[in-house]
């Protein structure tokens, strides 16, 4: 039996009672015609049925007028229509530590996913170097005697060759060294005439032993002499070539060439004609730049990834799309307290000379650090209310939130110790989404 209730009113058809506004705007359409009246009402059953409440007392009036508002607020707001087209929109909860998309929302979302992968992890590392010369194939050539430059043979840049004159000086100190070794050599000829004829008149009983012996020791002592000048001449640089003109000549010079010691170029010069040089001043310096020496710094944290004979890539600032091959010949045995680095040698062949002292060059190195691991991007992994966790497709649509344990970081790349399985499906982009859904509906991940 349907069942409504009218309101008659002395005061006017526009008055209601004060709190009931809302309900009433709220849907007009189900709300019955109310009037507000201060005299008498009127309740109607089936047909339309009057009563005279002038009879009933003012608390049974207010009473009852109190509980015909609260059916006609109850009526109003449960006729209100539900909206029931946001929910189909929304993320749809499954089972535990799952959501399950929509086509709406996965077109919407955009996820992409990734597999998860076993293998071997190349680590890619880069350390800052300079490019410097090969030491062993790099001479600083100075003077072992005082003298007097007579002249320059070659310029900064030149290549020369293993002998070749570098410059020529005149030495008074050499001279005077030359002049002892042939008067050195003139007394051993001295001595062995003299030893010569002691010998024979010996034989002829003309002289006793002992003076036989004396001339001998003149002569033993003579060959001393000059062997001892003649190895000074050595220390201060005459080659062989120089000694046996002074036997052959007689005759002193006091030239000092200053010769390339091996096969190279000039990359420093540091002398001019007619100039007094000492023996502590760097003259020239020769280099052969065939190969060179980049010196680099490995941090404490990178040094498991280096060891010797390892074959790297050196890349420089002056040819940023060139890439030169390398090999480490030497390890730092001993870390810089200061720096917390180990030195690092490479040496790279420079057969076009390309590669010049003292530029900068980062030395680039890879090697395996694991072995048969899991790895997912380092997109996928997203902070949980229990640690790491990722989202792994369970079927299209539906995504469970997986808690993880991790590994180190290889690049874009992490190791996973726990939590998934190899050729699973994780989502990379649209993770931090997913993330949001879950804790907006306080889905907690599975373990």
């Given at each position: ?24 705007r ?19 059953s ?27 607020v ?25 959501l ?54 070659v ?11 570098l ?76 000694i ?22 000039v ?66 045995d ?5 720096t ?36 997912v ?71």
């Open positions: 039996m349907a069942i409504g209730y009218e309101y008659r009113t002395l005061l006017g058809e526009n008055n209601v009672y004060e709190g009931h506004a809302t309900c009433e709220a849907d007009r359409r189900t709300e019955p015609n109310v009037k507000s009246s201060g005299k008498q009402w009127s309740f109607i089936g047909s339309r049925l009057k009563q005279n409440i002038e009879g009933y007392s003012a608390q049974e009036l207010i009473r009852s007028l109190t509980v015909c508002l609260i059916i006609v109850s009526m109003a707001c449960e006729n209100k229509p539900v909206d029931t087209s946001v929910g189909k929109q929304k993320l749809t909860l499954t089972q535990s530590g799952q399950s998309l929509t086509p709406e929302e996965l077109s919407r979302i955009k996820l992409e996913l990734a597999t998860v992968v076993q293998g071997q992890i190349l680590s890619h590392r880069e350390f800052p170097a300079t490019v410097q010369a090969n030491q062993n194939e790099l001479a600083e050539v100075t003077t072992l005697i005082r003298g007097r430059v007579v002249k320059v043979h310029d900064v840049g030149q290549d020369v060759k293993k002998g070749a004159l410059a020529m000086l005149h030495s008074v100190d050499l001279g005077v060294a030359e002049g002892d070794y042939l008067k050195a050599g003139a007394r051993l000829y001295e001595a062995e005439l003299a030893h010569l004829r002691a010998k024979e008149l010996y034989e002829n009983k003309a002289v006793s032993l002992a003076e036989l012996q004396r001339r001998e020791a003149a002569m033993k002592t003579a060959r001393a002499e000059v062997r001892e000048a003649q190895n000074r001449l050595q220390l201060l640089g005459v080659p062989t070539e120089e046996k003109r002074l036997d052959r000549e007689l005759t002193i010079k006091a030239d000092m060439p200053l010769r390339a010691p091996f096969d190279g170029r990359i420093m010069r540091n002398i001019t004609r007619g100039e007094v040089v000492e023996t502590e001043q760097k003259l020239f310096t020769v280099a052969n730049l065939t190969d060179v020496w980049v010196i680099g710094n490995v941090p404490e944290k990178d040094v498991r990834f280096i060891h010797k004979d390892q074959k790297v890539n050196v890349v420089v600032a002056a040819y940023p799309h060139a890439i030169f091959s390398g090999t480490i010949t030497y390890l730092g001993v870390l810089d307290p200061a917390r680095t180990m030195s690092l040698r490479v040496t790279v062949p420079n057969s076009d000379r390309l590669l010049k002292p003292e530029m900068f060059a980062v030395i680039s190195v890879s090697a395996t650090s694991s072995t048969d691991v899991l790895t991007p380092l997109a996928a992994v997203q902070d949980g209310p229990a640690g790491k966790m990722v989202f792994v497709q369970r079927e299209a649509g539906t995504f469970e939130a997986r808690t993880v344990k991790l590994g180190n970081e290889e690049g874009d790349v992490v190791i996973v110790l726990e939590g998934v399985k190899t050729g699973e499906q994780v989502v990379t982009k649209g993770s931090f989404a997913l993330k949001s859904e879950m804790e907006r509906h306080r889905i907690e991940p599975s373990l």
